[in-house]
């Protein structure tokens, strides 16, 4: 079982290597955006440490320049994050009825989409202490990056730390796009939202907190396409 776990551990590490790379790049951006909240580069290292999602990370951010209430941000954080809870319960299925339950508390932690695609195509039964591999570049990519953005936003002149912020945007709309030129009514409820947030923006913004506009945005616009048009199931 040790040569199997070290084994399994080894693999991850090694699958995890192009991900952790690509964390620090990504992060690295999310650190420039940190450093104009006002976090300091420990407290951006603790942050993606503890959450390694870079659109919950980014909203929590948006919600602390704007100064929203605690119960905003942990509201918003989760549902940000909610997608995660739905590929943790996947991979649960994936692990060994005999595996201790605590691996996959620790295997959940870190669930990310990246890692999530690694894990669920691997054959047969998984190994906890390969997603452990893969966290250990994932986790000090992720949390790294962001704190050498907040060090750059503050040693960098003004423009271009104007400049790298633009790329947190660039970004988000690469997650965007690709889905929305599939799918024609993700690409609908995308325009919808653009619009709804402008709406909410220009009529309710001093009358409800950007945070709680948000949250009830998400709640409805998610909810309505939920139910009006449902993801229908594929014949495997």
Request: with cysteine; charged share 10%.
């Amino acid at each position: 079982m040790l040569k199997e776990n070290k084994q399994a551990l080894a693999e991850g590490f090694r699958d995890g290597i192009p991900i952790g790379l690509g964390y620090f790049v990504v992060s690295f951006t999310l650190g420039i955006m940190a450093r104009h909240v006002g976090l300091t580069p420990f407290q951006g290292f603790l942050t993606s440490l503890l959450n390694n999602a870079s659109a919950g990370e980014y909203v929590g951010f948006a919600l602390i320049a704007v100064h929203a209430p605690y119960v905003e941000v942990a509201i918003m954080t989760f549902i940000a994050n909610a997608r995660y809870l739905l590929m943790s319960a996947v991979v649960s299925q994936k692990i060994s009825p005999k595996t201790p339950f605590y691996h996959r508390i620790f295997v959940g932690f870190d669930m990310t989409d990246e890692i999530f695609g690694i894990t669920i195509a691997r054959k047969g039964w998984l190994n906890p202490f390969y997603n452990y591999g893969a966290m250990l570049t994932a986790l000090p990519g992720w949390s790294i990056g962001t704190a050498l953005g907040i060090v750059a936003g503050n040693i960098l002149p003004s423009s271009a730390v104007s400049a790298l912020s633009v790329a947190l945007y660039g970004m988000f709309v690469a997650i965007i796009i690709p889905p929305a030129r599939k799918d024609k009514i993700v690409a609908g409820c995308v325009a919808i939202s653009f619009a709804a947030s402008f709406l909410a923006e220009t009529f309710l913004s001093g009358i409800i907190s950007a945070g709680t506009r948000t949250i009830f945005l998400t709640l409805i616009i998610s909810g309505a396409a939920a139910i009006l048009f449902p993801v229908k199931e594929q014949n495997k």
